[in-house]
């Protein structure tokens, strides 16, 4: 076999067996397929895409190139995943409030791809905070506090780990087979018992509409299902940003925020949701309800605040953050306010453009070796549905440089709609698939 002729056969429809796709992940893996071949075979998947055999083949050729866990602790273990969104930070509230639920969650994340963030970018605005983790760190970490959030070691799925850096700079993202095989490859790695994947859709997503969402969430579920990990999706709602700050540090104090009891809102409403069907199907929670009310306790009775402090100090942060978590967040040098230029309804946001903008204030990679500012974003964004007068804050502008701060003020004037009347605003919880 060789990588021309593999990528040849995607060029004309086919479908590479599982023995070429393994051959594929391998040479990704071990470096014997190049950086122009592998951008190559993504774009062929990307336009031409796969079957669900080759779909479930390439997903566990690329989990094979690596280690698979196991795991010998006094609970069951589950993980959660996100398809990718904007202001979404959901995984640094849910894993903590899910530790304090009687699982353990070993999270492998990634970091910021396209418009949207990165979870392990995120965490890494705290000082101090690593991500880097071997499989004995991974076992230690989740031991004492109960949760961790790192990214996939050198061990852990390499296969995915080139072809996921490449993705971000070749405009292939948004494939249906490559998402699925990226985010199981390394799920299934970790060995869950139990698996929730939150599906995005709408604007500031990668699915735009409910039926690709729902497609993605089936390809998921029937993958991570087969391999024997219970997994369950839910399409969720991305039309607007999940939280009203985007950017690493601006995310993490809206955790802060969340977890302290300062504030509740859609992080508290998803992760309730989301924490019950998983605690339900790890066999913890008589039902999805049940599993609701433990995690939705969890959050506001501050124990997941508690859980999320041991997990920064186990992972090399300050031992006082969650007492004291202002102080240790960096913050930009610039925050310029944008107003509203007229009176009116926000009808709809652009959350694309959104997170496109954080990105450009170098909260985010136009290629892959391009350094991350956690200071930089967008924080007090205003809600669909929310009315407001000419003048008002719309957001704020969180930039090093005021000509930065101007070309992005700019931009999210254009992200925003504003109309005479009202429009009608989606549901933050659209389905459950699996």
């Not at 050729?61 to 196991?70: E, K, Q």
Request: net charge negative; with cysteine.
């Amino acid at each position: 076999m060789d990588a021309r002729a593999i990528i040849a056969k995607l060029r004309r429809g086919q479908v590479p067996d599982a023995v070429e796709l393994r051959w594929f992940a391998d040479g990704l893996a071990d470096m014997s397929v190049s950086d122009a071949q592998a951008g190559a075979f993504a774009m062929a998947v990307c336009m031409g895409g796969l079957d669900s055999d080759g779909r479930a083949a390439l997903t566990l050729a690329m989990r094979d190139t690596g280690a698979v866990l196991s795991w010998d602790l006094d609970g069951p273990v589950v993980d959660k995943h996100s398809t990718g969104g904007v202001g979404d930070c959901l995984s640094l509230v849910l894993a903590p409030a899910l530790a304090d639920c009687g699982v353990y969650v070993p999270m492998i994340s990634g970091r910021g791809l396209g418009h949207t963030g990165g979870t392990l970018d995120k965490l890494e605005s705290i000082p101090g905070v690593s991500t880097s983790a071997g499989d004995g760190r991974l076992r230690q970490v989740t031991r004492a506090a109960g949760c961790a959030i790192v990214g996939a070691s050198a061990d852990v799925a390499p296969a995915d780990r080139r072809l996921y850096a490449i993705r971000d700079v070749t405009a292939t993202v948004e494939s249906l087979d490559l998402i699925t095989a990226s985010i199981l490859s390394k799920k299934l790695a970790a060995a869950p018992d139990a698996l929730i994947l939150d599906v995005k859709t709408g604007s500031g997503a990668f699915m735009k509409t409910a039926d690709e969402a729902r497609a993605l969430a089936q390809a998921l579920t029937e993958t991570a299902n087969a391999a024997g990990c219970r997994t369950t999706a839910v399409i969720t709602d991305m039309n607007q940003p999940l939280a009203p700050s985007l950017g690493n540090a601006l995310e993490v104090a809206e955790t802060m925020r969340v977890l302290t009891g300062e504030q509740s809102g859609p992080l508290v409403e998803l992760s309730s949701a989301l924490g019950g069907v998983v605690l339900a199907d790890a066999g913890v929670a008589g039902d999805v309800q049940d599993g609701a009310n433990r995690v939705f306790s969890a959050i506001r009775e501050g124990r997941a605040a508690e859980r999320f402090g041991r997990m920064i100090a186990a992972q090399g942060g300050p031992l006082g953050f969650v007492d004291n978590w202002a102080r240790f967040l960096p913050e930009a040098n610039v925050i310029r306010e944008v107003t509203a230029p007229a009176d009116g309804y926000v009808t709809a946001i652009d959350g694309e453009l959104l997170g496109l903008t954080v990105v450009r204030l170098g909260g985010g990679r136009q290629v892959e070796t391009d350094p991350v500012d956690p200071s930089v974003g967008l924080s007090g964004l205003v809600r669909l549905g929310e009315k407001v007068v000419a003048g008002q804050p719309l957001g704020f502008v969180h930039a090093i440089r005021e000509d930065a701060a101007r070309q992005a003020e700019r931009a999210v004037l254009s992200t925003i709609t504003i109309a005479g009347e009202p429009a009608e605003v989606p549901a933050l919880i659209h389905e459950r698939v699996g």
